[in-house]
């Protein structure tokens, strides 16, 4: 096999000789260059298998570097060397093109790591072993413009070291986008920590992000590693990114800024190589419009985003994923596969799915508990009723002198009172508990206090009703 090459420019000799000496160590053959000038000619008469670029050079900048490379040499992986503190230029460079970015003092045990992150990707697409990765057609389901599109994307932010914000509705499957940008990059093989930002206590989010010491605090027993830790050299997703408390962001934009962590207790900082994906459902430029989360993270987090289309946008993909879906619950119930009847499917393709994926999925489960064999009529289906739009009010009219007040109105009946007032009381139940459910993300305590009775009595509300 042949010897891989480093192009490294820098009008800095300490910088250069610094890298020819690190890089030579790990069997790498290097070229050092201080100009644009020189660079554009080294590209031009070789192949790099990595480079590494100063973002101030004597006759250009190293933006112009990155650029040059992703037009014209799209498989050699470009990191940009950044001064100490200076994220905003790094943060550009990654916007242009750039894998990731380097810190001047170069910390020579982080650069390694991301060379061989770098080399393992440039291998990759060099020998095509990336079409080996696991394929986002298997898993993420759907034939839609839009889908597509969200594949292609994948594709292409699996190849950088970019932060991803992911953008979405509850349910639309952040989570499994976040998956696949870990599994088809050169992490792969590293871990991947999804944590929901939501989930823990603030008192306790330092101690879960960073780990502590043992005596750091009353109950600290032992060391324990934090999240970053346990991510190192993979990924960490932050689901539910708005939820952070505002001393919290301030802590992960440092952690994200410095790649490095400092546990509770600990004196000295530990340098962490993990890649940060980001999701939630909130809307969160509104959430700095108004002050409830930090400018400064939101842009340290979107340095690129990617938004996944809810269902109801995408409609033609419901087919496709009822059916996947029904595989899925056969394969683990060990039972025949469900078979949805036509007026089932229209129904479905017509419904709104205000929690996407996630909804169908649990109105698959309750429905195959609820048909006769394997065929899903629609009344196995239970869909939430839709409100009806109220009529528009007639002209008022002036009122006679001396005549009695207008009655108010009797509202009709529903179609659903034509079983009885049982029914009836019953159906509205059940369409009230499950708004509150989805709208809670079926969280059934949540969805409890929503609906202002006990935990318990929604349990037996829902074993009366045939809720799952």
Known sequence: MSQQTVLVIDDERDIRELLTITLGRMDLLVDAVGTVTEARRALAERHYDLCFTDMRLPDGTGHEVVELISAEHPDTPVAMITAYGNVDAAVNALKAGAFDFVSKPVDIQMLRRLVRTALRLAEERRSGHAAAKPDSNERLIGESVAMQQVRVTITKLARNQAPVYIAGESGVGKELVARLIHEQGPRATGPFV?????????????????????????????????????????????????????????????????????????????????????????????????????????????????????????????????????????????????????????????????????????????????????????????????????????????PVPGAAPAAAPIPAAPPSANGGLDDYISNLERTAIIKALEESRYNKTAAAKKLGITFRALRYKLKKLGID
């Open 194 to 398: 999804p944590v929901n930002c939501g989930a823990i206590p603030s008192e306790l989010m330092e101690s879960e992000f960073f780990g502590h010491r043992k005596g750091s605090f009353t109950g600290a027993v032992g060391d324990k590693e934090g999240l970053f830790q346990a991510a190192h050299g993979g990924t960490l997703f932050l689901d539910e990114v708005a939820e952070l408390p505002l001393h919290m962001q301030v802590k992960l934009l440092r952690a994200i800024q410095e790649k490095a962590v400092r546990p509770i207790g600990a004196r000295e900082e530990v340098p962490v190589d993990v890649r940060i994906l980001s999701a939630t459902h909130k809307n969160l430029a509104a959430l700095v419009e108004q002050g409830q989360f930090r400018q400064d993270l939101f842009y340290r987090i979107n340095v690129i985003e990617l938004r996944v289309p809810p269902l109801r946008e995408r409609r033609g993909d419901v087919p496709l994923l009822a059916n996947f879906v029904l595989r899925q619950l056969a394969t683990k119930s060990g039972g025949a596969t469900g078979r949805l009847l036509p007026p089932a499917q229209q129904a479905l393709e017509a419904y709104d799915f205000p929690g996407n994926v996630r909804e169908l999925e649990n109105i698959l489960e309750r429905a195959m508990a609820m048909c006769d064999g394997e065929q899903i009529d629609v009344s196995d289906l239970m869909l939430p009723q839709r409100t009806p739009r109220a009529q528009e009010p007639a002209p008022a009219m002036a």
